[in-house]
């Protein structure tokens, strides 16, 4: 593999990403319009099904692109087709460099000849060994606050851990097992526990324990992309916000109890150290970007209030069509973008008007007099 497949590689995976979280934002806003904004399940579901898609589309994109749909939702070829209309005011050149800007941008990295280019490189690489020296270090922290520890119970795939190492609940996974940890300062609190364990039990169930691990390997290569920040975080709140409601239902659980708690976990803990923030779903949920973590608990608890007032009821068969209109929008959206595989009629076109264009113009500096 060359260096510039390996940039071209990293350039269409955020660009996908980005295309991924655009697709998200346009459902999540239909949501909204729609009036269906507490539909938390479904709407994580999407989030969930946009990266699974985006998981796929590395092996079925070649099939997509050679299929007949790819000539006819393809975006260059359609934007070629408007300009020999004589919709665009621009030149056969212009749209050439236009076009091509992605084949430009991985000569650019790779030659670095762009003090410019450098620095982005720089910044992207640091930023990549940083977060991946961040993951490391939760790692360990799981690491020796489960071997602190001493197994509670267990069963067949999930052993509940007390640990002196934490002060906030949490759940995460091994290879083999999953692991539910929780603080020793909660032990004699038998509802505490109870509902920490309920919660976390209820993450491990919904799939957020697996979806923050993926998410967590994923982010070095994506700690830049506003958009991978964007459907991760969507995700987690999501969850969280799906977790509670299912919680409260299954157990028939005191709202107002729980919320108490919830609250007074989170006011014991304000400054928790040594506790792992990546690899774990916390029971007090992640802190929003730029408001902090009091916002997410802000949120949850007037949705749980909400819902005792007026509960929500979501449809699986709607979350099902729309997964499959998500999936839909995501493989379309990616296989616009990529490059098709043969040349069409429209730019064989218009790279024949662009020697033209660049022939006359070497004539006419030929013939100009000096």
Request: contains cysteine.
């Amino acid at each position: 593999m060359t260096i510039e497949q390996i940039v071209g590689g990293v350039i269409w995976i955020q660009s996908m990403i980005l295309l991924a979280a655009l697709v998200f934002a346009v459902f999540e806003a239909a949501f909204m319009l729609c009036g269906q904004r507490r539909c938390f399940l479904t709407r994580r579901r999407l989030g969930v099904t946009t990266c699974a898609s985006l998981a796929v589309l590395p092996f079925l994109l070649p099939f997509l692109v050679s299929s007949p749909l790819a000539t006819s939702v393809n975006a260059t070829d359609a934007i070629v087709a408007q300009y020999l209309k004589g919709n665009l005011s621009v030149s056969a050149s212009e749209l050439s460099s236009l076009i091509s800007i992605k084949s430009q941008m991985i000569d650019l990295i790779t030659s670095g000849g762009s003090t410019l280019i450098i620095v982005l490189v720089s910044v992207f690489l640091t930023a990549l060994i940083g977060r991946s020296l961040y993951l490391a270090v939760n790692v360990a922290r799981i690491h020796r606050s489960i071997r602190a520890g001493h197994i509670m119970g267990q069963s067949r795939r999930v052993r509940v851990v007390l640990s002196p190492k934490i002060t906030v609940p949490y759940s995460t996974r091994g290879l083999w097992y999953y692991y539910v940890v929780l603080p020793e300062n909660l032990y004699r609190d038998r509802d505490a526990i109870q509902m920490s364990i309920g919660h976390e039990m209820q993450h491990i169930r919904q799939g957020d324990v697996d979806a923050e691990v993926i998410l967590s390997l994923i982010s070095p290569l994506a700690v830049l992309n506003p958009g991978f920040w964007f459907l991760s975080g969507r995700l987690r709140k999501l969850g969280e916000l799906a977790c509670d409601r299912a919680y409260l239902a299954r157990r028939g659980f005191d709202a107002h109890g729980y919320s108490i708690r919830l609250l007074s976990i989170a006011r014991r803990n304000r400054e928790a150290r040594g506790q792992p923030r990546a690899f774990g779903v916390p029971l007090v949920g992640r802190s929003i970007l730029l408001m902090g973590r009091r916002s997410m608990l802000k949120d949850r608890i007037l949705e749980i209030a909400r819902d005792q007032a007026n509960p929500t009821r979501e449809r699986r068969i709607v979350g099902i069509a729309m997964s499959f209109a998500v999936t839909a929008c995501v493989f379309v959206g990616a296989t616009s973008l990529a490059q098709p595989a043969d040349w069409s009629h429209e730019r064989i076109m218009l790279t024949t008007v662009a020697n033209l264009e660049r022939l006359n113009q070497l004539n006419t500096m030929a013939q100009r007099e000096w």
